[in-house]
């Protein structure tokens, strides 16, 4: 079984809908990202967090929230999502500071 | 954050070693040199990191200059599922990694 999964692994939706792209891991690591990646370019960072009760802001996430809801699990909001917001959506994990990190399969969100 | 400069695209000949090189003239003392690499639309995967000593593992060498002001990845038999775009990246042990647009590596057979 993969150790960072994401659902849905491919998502429609319209402008104005709220949708959530969720994140779970088997790998015990406490911290956790959200990246963005738009066609032909590389990750932008959404949010990070590295435990339960610390969450933090990335450099592009006006026009997202997200959850912690479980050291395993890390989920991302479009509050009211535009077609600009159309992209591949990937979540990662890390052990600690200065390790490397685990991405998931990624989300591939359009936005119509 | 310091950044990093990759040629845009490779060629390479299957069986034959790729060697991938990364630009880090701004990069400061704390930072790490890391390489991924992703296939089509898939998660990023890990290949390697260094500081300033050279490193290798089962996928990769890292070669970093004395004054680490670059480094050189190297494939040492390339083969077809290697094709992939491939980042290098600095990370000083704090969250951020800053991706560029890396190398698209395309293994000719």
């Known amino acids: 079984d993969a150790d960072v999964t994401q659902t849905p692994r491919n998502r429609i939706t319209k402008t104005g809908k709220r949708i959530m792209l969720e994140c779970s891991q088997t790998k015990g690591h406490d911290r956790m990202y959200w990246y963005r990646q738009d066609p032909g370019l590389g990750l932008q960072l959404i949010y990070y967090s590295f435990d339960v009760k610390d969450i933090n802001k990335g450099e592009i996430s006006d026009g997202y929230s997200v959850s912690r809801q479980a050291q395993a699990k890390f989920s991302l909001s479009l509050e009211s999502a535009i077609p600009n917001q159309t992209a591949l959506y990937f979540c990662?994990?890390?052990?600690?500071?200065?390790?490397?990190?685990?991405f998931g399969p990624g989300t591939r969100l359009t936005v119509t | 954050d310091a950044k990093t400069t990759q040629p845009p695209s490779m060629d390479c000949a299957e069986g034959r070693a790729a060697n991938l090189p990364c630009n880090h003239s701004?990069?400061?003392?704390?930072?790490?040199v890391y390489w991924y690499r992703q296939i089509h639309s898939q998660g990023p995967q890990y290949i390697i990191h260094g500081l300033k000593n050279n490193e290798t593992n089962e996928m990769a060498s890292l070669i970093i200059t004395e004054d680490r002001k670059s480094s050189t990845l190297i494939l040492p038999h390339a083969t077809l599922r290697d094709t992939a775009v491939y980042y290098c990246?600095?990370?000083?042990?704090?969250?951020?990694?800053?991706f560029g647009t890396g190398t698209r590596l395309k293994v000719l057979a």
């Open positions: 701004t990069i400061s003392g704390n930072e790490y």
């Open positions: 990662a994990t890390s052990a600690g500071p200065g390790r490397e990190q685990y």
């Open positions: 990246i600095l990370q000083s042990g704090t969250y951020k990694y800053i």
